[in-house]
Structure formats: C-alpha cells, structure tokens
C-alpha cells in the first residue's frame, strides 16, 4: 500500500488565491480517535511497509516535479513565513487566518476517507474531512441492525489497493466491515485529517476567490480550493409517507438507526420494508420475538447466497501471495460482469437469472399461496435482486406472517391494513431505505452566477461522467447522478471516481487554474447518450423503484458494464472543460 511524502503540501500552498483573515485552520482540526484497530495482523503491516517505502519514493519525486512551475509562488509563501516571523506579537491572530485546504471532503464514509487516500498517494496532503457523525464508518457504521451485511462478496466489496485477508466469510457482517474501515483510517494516517460533528449545510463557490465555501450547521465556514461531496447515496433514512405515523404509540426503529437497547424478547413486531435491508432484519428477528408480522408491498426476486466462513489456509494463502487474493477477486468482478447481462438488459440470461431465483422459492417455500404471493411481477434486475438463503424459511416459522395487505395507516397500537385488521403491535421496525438525491441535493449546493443545484436537478439529476456538473467548477461528485451499479460491487465504482477526482484536482492545483468547469454541451450530449442507453434497461421497463424519480426519469444507475463505466472514467478529457488560470 502506498503512502505520501509528509512535506508536498508545499506545492498546494504555493499556488493558492488570496486567503481571507479569520478562517479556521481547517487542517489542524482535532479528529476523534478511529474506535477500532486494525483487522489485520503483522504480515500485513510488514508488506505494507515495504510498499509503503517504495510508493514514498514515488510519490516524493512526482511532488518535487510537481513544485517546478510554482517555484514563484513558493518564494513569495517563503517571504510571507519570513514576514509573519517577524510580527511575534500578532502571532496569536496571524495563527487564526489559516489557509484554505487544496480539498474539502464532506463524508467520511468508504468514498469520502477513499478519496482521502488517494489523494495522499497523489501527493496532495493539505485537505480536511468534514464528517456530521462522531465517528467515521457512513453506511456501516449507521446500519448496524441484526443481519447486516454486505450482498457482494467482501474480496469485492473492499478497495483493490487495501485487501483484507482476513474477511471471515464470503460476505461479511458490518461489524467487519466497519473494522475494514477503520483499519484503513489507521494504516493510511486519515484520523487527522478527519473533523467529526460537522454538519455541512450549505457548499457554495466564491467565483472572485475560486474557493469553495462548506458552511457548518454551527456556522462556521470551511474553504477549499476544491470540494468532493462524499455524503453518501443512502446515508439520509426515510421513513414511509404512511398516514398516521406519529399516532402509534409503540416502539419505532429505522434499520439504518438501531436501537441496541431495545429488547425485542417476546414482543409483537412488524417490519415494513422487503428491500434489502428487511430481508436481512427478519430471519434474525424472528428468532427472539413473540410475532413478527412482515408487511410487503411488493415481493422481491431472491438468489442464493453463496456465503461460507473463509477457511484458515485460505487466509494464509491470501496472506503469502496477494496474487491469489487478487485472482479471487478478478474471478469474482467477471463473475459480477456476466450478471449484468441478466439483471440490466433483458437477455436470454435474464430468464436463466429468473428461473434460477424461482427454482429457490420453490426449494424454500412449500406452501402454494405462500409462493404466489412471493413471486415478483416484474422484471428481474428491474429493482435491486436480494441476496439470501434465509429469509424464505423464516417466513414460514411459526411466529412469523407475511402480510400483503396494503397499510392503510398507523394506529397508536398498531397498524391497519386496507382489509379492515388492526395488528397489534409493540414496536415497528422501518427498513424502508433512504431519501436517494435523485432530484434534488441533501443540502443546497450553490455554483457560478448564483445557480443552484437543487434547482437545475429538480427534473432529474445530471453530471457529466457522474462526477462534474458544467457551472460548478472544482466540484467532484461520488456516487453522483448514474453512477449506480446494479449488479458490481459499489467499490469498483467508487475506485474508477475516485482516480477520476484525482486527476481533475491535481489539474486545477499543479496548473494553478481558478476553475476547471465541465463544458455545458458536453455535459448535455453525455446525458443524452445515457438517457437513451437508460432507455433500453430492465431498471426502466415499468417497475417502481427508488432507482427512479417520480416521473421514471433515472437518475441513478450506470446503463452498462462495470469495465465501461471504468473505460469512461479512465480518460481525464481536458477539451471537455473550460480552464481558467488563477
Ligand atoms: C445496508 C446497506 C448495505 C449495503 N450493501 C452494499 C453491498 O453489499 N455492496 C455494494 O456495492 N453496496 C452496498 N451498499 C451501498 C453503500 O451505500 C455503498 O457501498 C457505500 O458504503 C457508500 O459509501 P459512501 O462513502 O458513498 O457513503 P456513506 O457510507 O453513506 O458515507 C457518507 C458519509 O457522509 C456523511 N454525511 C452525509 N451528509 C453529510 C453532511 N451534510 N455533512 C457532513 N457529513 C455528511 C455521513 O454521515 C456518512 O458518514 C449498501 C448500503 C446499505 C445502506
């Protein structure tokens, strides 16, 4: 694994605009120590080093040719040091008037502490991670409901430039997963870089000064000479539109928001929801409670998972040569890949997915009301396909009932369905998803001549390659608009963005350009190129889903195979934007 020389900051400096008096320094916040150690032993740590060692060379060298055409500026950084030397007695008020970082991150989760590391292999060391939680983790530190795991296997679901030989288990718990997380916190040196329990509610671009601005729910503002919104797809949890919701009087829990303390021993339990999260929730809630009634509006299409524990040679096999581990992987990418002409396009391989999820439900489910009423009516890969072998019987235990009555609202003891029964309930556990900014953005983002984004999405998302948006210069997206894989690893994406990010931020701060801005027609033909390619997908062929807005428009998924969406983002095409020096 690589890391970065310790002092080619200085070339980012160097170049920067003018900085304004009484900013925070927002690379000397006090980050919260990581909770977790590291999940893997010394042999990793060992090779990490070494590699580390070499990566520094690297990285030292391109730094220092990196420094050569901000030679000037780095004179004029020295005299103002020299002068700020000399004015000891102002020194306390000089300290406050930091410098804007290269980078401001917000979010802290797999994207947002990636594009981190990244950025450090780049050389570029001066950016801060402005994270709302108090911990680092996004989605795995926030969905910690019974069940949950990844449902794609970890060697995939985990950045290729940080293996883990040590998963316990084809697809791991988030507890692991988060520990995943945390050991990248500790093994790429991120702690400080990270600033915890800041809220970012506005992002705004100073177009004189060619800063970004991230306002602070405290109020504070944090400048960047770039920004990444790393906030996460589904890090907002939505409750249902469901009439009625603050009568119930009972327990309510989001799965994305556990409550550990709550004791689920012989109470009478709903689960609204059959996403993936709600069929995660239920096999392992029946186990404890008294009833558990599991409201769905619409069956899903279920796959075996292929789950097993890792066997110890393998862990020490992946451990003597990564070359195998990196062979599990590829094997598991293509096997990924080959998926994608099943659940988006409707192919012959679409059938042999159906039959195959059907030939499970027949296997699983004895009963023949109980099968009709868990068969899907669309497509297969028209929603997320669900992943798992326990689920089915679950739903046949004892305790458990699936209703299929709509809701017709919340009671303050219950719920009532649209067949006139109120079930009686103690708690109700929501695993209804996320708000997905599809058509709007979580928090306003504001660009050039006053435009909002929020305003320019309100029909649907857009963004060039997923990650610019013309008019909002110096601003990378993750998981922006179509950008969603329906059937890879979200990991490989976020790689392929990540590099991309890269690649534009070292051109706007090693070519010393106020703005890097997409063009507006080449954002506009790429869309059009999309939407049509959309057109033709199994997301788009008549289901509902959170894939798409309201109105069908979809402005999630990638229309295509994961090697395309990488081949798209592998190229860094300098004509598509407008330069502007600093
Ligand atoms: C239960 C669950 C299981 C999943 N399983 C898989 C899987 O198996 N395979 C797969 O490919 N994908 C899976 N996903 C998708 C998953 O979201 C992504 O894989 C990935 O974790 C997203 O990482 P992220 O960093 O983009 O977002 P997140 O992990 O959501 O991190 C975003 C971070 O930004 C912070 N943030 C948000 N707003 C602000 C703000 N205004 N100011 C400051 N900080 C902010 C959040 O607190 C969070 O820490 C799953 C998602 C869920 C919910």
Redesign the pocket.
């Known amino acids: 694994m690589n890391d970065e020389t310790s002092n080619s900051n200085d070339s980012r400096t160097a170049g920067q605009p003018e900085v304004k008096a009484g900013e925070t320094d927002v690379t000397s916040g006090t980050a919260k120590k990581a909770a977790t150690k590291a999940p893997r032993k010394k042999a990793a740590a060992k090779k990490a080093t070494a590699k580390k060692a070499t990566a520094k060379k690297a990285t030292a060298k391109k730094a220092a040719a990196r420094k050569a055409p901000a030679k000037k500026a780095s004179t004029q950084t020295a005299a103002k040091k020299a002068t700020a030397k000399k004015a000891a007695p102002k020194k306390a008020a000089a300290k406050r008037q930091a410098k804007p970082a290269s980078v401001v991150i ?7 502490l990636g594009m981190a590391i990244r950025l450090k292999q780049a050389g570029v060391n001066d950016f801060v991670i ?4 108090d911990r680092v ?5 926030d ?1 910690t409901y019974p069940g ?1 795991a ?3 296997p970890s060697n995939l ?1 985990s950045y290729s430039f940080a293996p883990n030989p040590e998963w316990s288990r084809s697809f791991s718990g988030s507890n692991e997963i988060l520990d995943y997380i945390h050991y990248l916190v500790d093994e790429f040196d991120l702690e400080k870089h990270i600033r915890f329990n ?4 506005d992002l705004s671009f100073q177009e004189k000064a060619g800063l970004w601005e991230a306002t602070l729910e405290k109020g504070e503002v944090v400048r960047g000479r770039t920004a990444v919104m ?6 907002n949890a939505s409750f249902p539109n469901i009439e009625g919701l603050e009568e119930f009087e009972g327990k309510k829990i989001h799965s ?1 928001r556990w409550d550990h303390d709550y004791d689920f021993t012989g109470k009478r339990v709903a689960v609204i929801g059959t996403g ?2 709600g069929i995660q929730i239920v096999p392992e809630l029946v186990k404890t409670v008294g009833k558990l009634k599991v409201f769905q509006r619409t069956p899903g299409w279920v796959v075996p998972r292929p789950d097993f524990k890792t066997p110890d040679w393998h862990k020490k096999l992946f451990k003597k040569i990564p070359a195998s581990q990196k062979a599990v992987r590829q094997a598991l990418f293509w096997t990924h890949e080959t998926m994608a002409m099943a659940v988006i396009w409707n192919s012959p391989l679409t059938r042999v997915a159906e039959r195959l999820s059907l030939a499970h439900l027949h296997n699983q489910v004895e009963d023949d009301w109980m099968r009709r009423q868990l068969t899907p009516d669309f497509r297969i890969g028209c929603k997320r396909v669900l992943v798992s072998n326990d689920y089915y019987p679950a739903l046949q235990k004892e305790n458990a009932e699936l209703i299929t009555w709509p809701i017709a609202r919340l009671a303050p003891n219950g719920i009532r369905t649209s067949d006139g029964v109120e079930h009686q309930l103690d708690c109700i556990v929501f695993a209804t998803g ?1 708000d997905v900014s599809k058509s709007g953005t ?2 306003p983002v504001k660009g050039l001549d006053g435009r909002r984004l929020d305003e320019e999405w309100h029909g649907g998302a857009q963004a060039y390659k997923s990650i610019n948006v013309a008019g909002y210069p110096n601003l990378f997206l ?2 922006g608009p179509n950008s969603g ?1 329906g059937h890879n ?3 490989v994406y ?1 790689e392929s963005q990540l590099d991309y990010a890269v690649k534009g931020i070292l051109r706007i701060l090693d070519g010393n350009l106020k703005m890097l801005n997409v063009k507006e027609d080449v954002q506009q033909r790429h869309n059009q190129r999309l939407q049509k390619r959309l057109a033709k997908t199994n997301w788009n062929s008549g289901c509902k889903s959170w894939y798409l807005t309201e109105d069908g428009f979809n402005a999630t998924m990638f229309p295509g195979f994961a090697t395309q969406y990488q081949r798209q983002m592998a190229q860094f095409e300098e004509q598509d934007y407008q330069l502007v020096p600093a």
Do not use: H
Request: hydrophobic content about 40%.
């Open positions: 917000v979010g802290a989760g797999f994207a947002g402005l994270e709302r939680g983790g996004g989605t795995w530190r969905n949950a990844c449902d794609i679901y800041c809220n970012v509610t790393a906030q996460g797809p589904l890090s994305a993936a999260s996320f979580p928090f993750t998981f894989p690893s979200a990991l976020m």
